[in-house]
């Protein structure tokens, strides 16, 4: 923790300490998040076109392109609701908030 002491702003009492370190906390818990949902991404994809691939004649292929689709749309709002929310200037209720979304 010492070597993110650098990133806290100064606080004067305690309340503010321990709010700037929740904020810390969770602006990396998502830069963390989004790095990850980066990485999955292209295997995802290729893990849903294996998928059709493999079950094409044994599952009806709407089935597998409505499961496909519903999956593709989930990322896609996931994208959407990351990429329209900063967080420099976000206060800590918006960043609890956006967590949670997440």
Do not use: N
């Amino acid at each position: 923790m010492a070597e993110f002491a650098s990133e806290l702003p100064e606080a004067d009492g305690k309340e503010g300490t321990s709010e700037a370190v929740a904020r810390l906390l969770l602006t990396r818990r998502m830069e963390d998040f989004r790095a990850g949902a980066r990485l999955a991404l292209l295997p995802s994809l290729g893990s849903m076109v294996a998928l059709i691939y493999m079950f094409s004649e044994r599952v009806p292929l709407a089935v597998l392109l409505g499961w496909a689709g519903a999956l593709v749309s989930a990322i896609v709002v996931q994208i959407i609701a990351d990429y329209r929310f900063t967080c420099a200037d976000a206060t800590l209720a918006d960043l609890r908030g956006h967590w949670r979304r997440l």
